[in-house]
């Protein structure tokens, strides 16, 4: 067998790159797809949902905390406050049990208090005991809680808005875009914002406001009008977003 020359050499190694190149190729386009198709696909999705009572106290140790306040409701037992400082109400400290202290977010669902911890995780007081609800979403950063004229627990996180209704057990994801407040409009209708915009519920289908907001830090909902406040101030519009003002202003924006 003659030894091969230079150019068949060539030829051969060209061949073999044009093979790899085109495996590669092949991988990419095939990742590719598979990426769109879990990016593209149905963003509703519901996971398990478990109620895991937690470990009562009796003896807690002393705790301190800061005084700012996160909210007030008015359960079946009595009136809770939560903040900085945990979870009180008329006869005490309600919050030992739980894992951290500072609370963001405060919320009667079912005339039961439910708190979001500023450290992630939600916990459900009933019967004189804490639950954690736990999904396969993971630990939520919740940062707004409503409960809806049909008992429904609407769930403002970092990580996106979610609902549950009572007794269920799943969690349903509705919106992956961040939540710092969530108000409730008429016939069901949501409101959802935060540092990406404003979003409009209706069912479990989220759509993004048409008039664009960014960096919404509260909302609430007046008769007919929707007001929400960001760091530039106070604007005010129609629950359709057909119009929204800014109170010091003249004309739509």
Same mark, same amino acid.
């Given at each position: 067998?003659?030894?091969? !020359? /230079?150019?068949?050499?060539?030829?051969?190694?060209?061949?073999?790159?044009?093979?790899?190149?085109?495996?590669?190729?092949?991988?990419?386009?095939?990742?590719?797809?598979?990426?769109?198709?879990?990016?593209?696909?149905?963003?509703?999705? !519901?996971?398990? /949902?478990?109620?895991?009572?937690?470990?009562?106290?009796?003896?807690?140790?002393?705790?301190?905390?800061?005084?700012?306040?996160?909210?007030?409701?008015?359960?079946?037992?009595?009136?809770?406050?939560?903040?900085?400082?945990?979870?009180?109400?008329?006869?005490?400290?309600?919050?030992?049990? /739980?894992?951290?202290?500072?609370?963001?977010?405060?919320?009667?669902?079912?005339?039961?208090?439910?708190?979001?911890?500023?450290?992630?995780?939600?916990?459900?007081?009933?019967?004189?005991?804490?639950?954690?609800?736990?999904?396969?979403?993971? &630990?939520?950063?919740?940062?707004?809680?409503?409960?809806?004229?049909?008992?429904?627990?609407?769930?403002?996180?970092?990580?996106?808005?979610?609902? &549950?209704?009572?007794?269920? &057990?799943?969690?349903?994801?509705?919106?992956?875009?961040?939540?710092?407040?969530?108000?409730?409009?008429?016939?069901?209708?949501?409101?959802?914002?935060?540092?990406?915009?404003?979003?409009?519920?209706?069912?479990?289908?989220?759509?993004?406001?048409?008039?664009?907001?960014?960096?919404?830090?509260?909302?609430?909902?007046?008769?007919?009008?929707?007001?929400?406040?960001?760091?530039?101030?106070? /604007?005010?519009?129609?629950?359709?977003?057909?119009?929204?003002?800014?109170?010091?202003?003249?004309?739509?924006?």
């Amino acid at each position: 067998m003659m030894p091969w !020359s /230079l150019s068949r050499k060539r030829v051969l190694f060209l061949a073999l790159g044009v093979c790899v190149m085109g495996l590669a190729v092949g991988a990419y386009v095939k990742l590719r797809r598979e990426v769109g198709r879990a990016l593209n696909g149905p963003l509703q999705a !519901s996971a398990p /949902l478990q109620m895991v009572p937690l470990i009562r106290i009796d003896h807690p140790v002393e705790r301190w905390g800061g005084g700012d306040v996160g909210g007030v409701a008015l359960t079946s037992g009595a009136l809770v406050t939560a903040g900085g400082f945990g979870v009180v109400d008329e006869k005490g400290d309600r919050g030992s049990s /739980l894992p951290t202290l500072r609370v963001s977010a405060l919320v009667s669902w079912r005339e039961h208090a439910v708190v979001g911890l500023a450290s992630g995780g939600l916990f459900l007081y009933r019967e004189g005991q804490w639950e954690e609800l736990r999904s396969g979403f993971g &630990t939520l950063h919740v940062r707004a809680l409503q409960e809806s004229a049909g008992g429904e627990l609407w769930i403002g996180a970092r990580e996106g808005l979610y609902r &549950t209704t009572w007794g269920a &057990t799943t969690l349903d994801r509705v919106d992956n875009a961040p939540v710092k407040s969530v108000a409730l409009g008429e016939a069901g209708t949501v409101f959802a914002g935060g540092e990406e915009g404003l979003r409009r519920v209706e069912g479990l289908h989220a759509r993004l406001w048409p008039r664009r907001i960014l960096r919404i830090i509260r909302m609430g909902v007046s008769g007919q009008d929707l007001l929400v406040i960001t760091p530039l101030g106070l /604007l005010k519009g129609s629950l359709d977003g057909a119009t929204f003002t800014h109170p010091r202003c003249r004309g739509s924006q």
